[in-house]
């Protein structure tokens, strides 16, 4: 049995059934017990009256049933058949002791009734001394349907078995709906994992509820949906990797071939271009190789303790000659002796300096860049804002993706556009956390949130 749906239409018709079953044991029961309990109200006491009687008048039980034979037909809890044998008695006497004096049934003949039994009982007085006791018991036989419980209880029955019937055919009609309705969902999902696994990425299946299945469907569709986009990145990665090392292999290669063939002599010139290509080419693989140990954990970092004053000083200090250069104007806001950090100089240095080359190379001439700095309860955050043109708000979810190039998104020349990301995982490593912010036409500004170590 492997399917979901079946297993729970059959565990709801089994719990309707137990149910049915369960309330027929305990009506038909309920209704003997109140019956008996009404026969016993109507007879217990005339019975016990004459009972009473004829100790008193004969001093002792001999004879008694006697009383019933002979009573007979004034008694409705008495019935014989044609053979004149006691058929149906609804009570029996015991004397004091619990030693059964008269019994219509041979079940009860010759026994001595437990106290307990007794207690069910009526205790029968005579001088303010007991005498006996009259105990209800119901015969094996009065609910045949030749008699008139028989076929009250008859009635009862039939009711009780429709009732079942009906209660089971409602449980397999509402569980067949309930388990489709419960497995649609998973159904779904089966489909869509199927189409993942194939190669269809980005498949989506409808959200529809708002329990565990509806957040399952939810996070489903969310991971199919990353799965897509970084499948998507990773290619485009791929592919800007392979543009980027294609052009300065190119150069080296014509060089190179040029001087092989003696259709060009060796000049200082020629040499540092193929020295600045090569640079190129081990700054990108350093990239992939900074990208690797990052993702596997293995990323080897020096942490020390700084003030993040200080980081932004050097910060300043190291990149204020390219902004005189481009007449930007590099300021610093930051007080020293706020607050510590403990980071790794190098790693955070190399983030910080990725986003100042970012920041001059998109904002023009006569504009400024802040560097500053702000304390938050456990964390510090160093901000990079600058006055350039912003970043488009279709691009601002997705600049820190690997390779990730869009139209109006802030890039870097000659780079496969892995600085953000690398500056990203750089920052994570460390246990902070890096956001951009901008408007466009207003700058960007980058905020590097680490744990503040004391203040």
Known sequence: MR??????????????????????????????REFDRLVLDQNQKQIAARLTAYYLVNGSWAGVENLFLAR???????????????????????????????????????RTLSKAQLKRGFELVANGETIGWLVFVPA?????????EGQFLLTVNRGITLSALAAIGVALVLGSFLAYTLTRTLRELTAATQALAAGELGRQVPVRSDDELGT??????????????????R?????????????????????????AEGKLQPSPEMLQVIHDETRHLSRLVEDLRTLSLADSGELPLLKQEI???????????????????????????????????????????QVLGNLVSNALR??????????SMHNSPGKVELVVADSGPGISPEDLPFIFERSYRGEKARQQDGAAGLGLSIAR?????????????????KGAAFIVALPASSE
């Open 3 to 32: 399917s979901l749906a079946l297993k729970l239409t059959l565990a709801f018709v089994l719990v309707g059934l137990t149910g049915a079953l369960l309330i027929a044991v305990l009506v038909r029961f309920g209704t003997q």
């Open 72 to 110: 007979l037909q004034e008694l409705p809890n008495l019935e014989i058949d044609p053979r004149g044998e006691t058929r149906r008695i609804l009570f029996l006497l015991a004397d004091k002791e619990g030693h059964v004096i008269f019994s219509g049934s041979p079940l009860f003949r010759n």
């Open 140 to 148: 094996l036989d009065r609910w045949r349907a030749d008699t008139p």
């Open 216 to 233: 399952l469907a939810a996070a489903f569709n969310q991971m199919s949906a990353r799965l897509a986009q970084s499948v998507q990145l």
């Open 235 to 259: 290619r485009q990665m791929t592919a800007n990797i392979a543009h980027d090392l294609r052009t300065p292999l190119s150069v080296i290669q014509g060089y190179t071939e040029a001087l």
């Open 307 to 349: 003030d993040p004053a200080e980081l932004l000083q050097r910060l300043a200090n190291a990149y204020r000659g390219q902004a005189q250069a481009r007449e930007i104007d590099l300021q610093v806001q930051a007080a020293a002796g706020q607050a510590l950090v403990q980071v790794d100089v190098e790693r955070m240095m």
């Open 362 to 371: 998109y904002t023009p001439a006569g504009g400024a860049i802040t560097l």
């Open 425 to 441: 995982s750089l920052v994570e490593a460390q246990g902070g956390q890096i956001r951009a912010e901008s408007h466009p036409g």
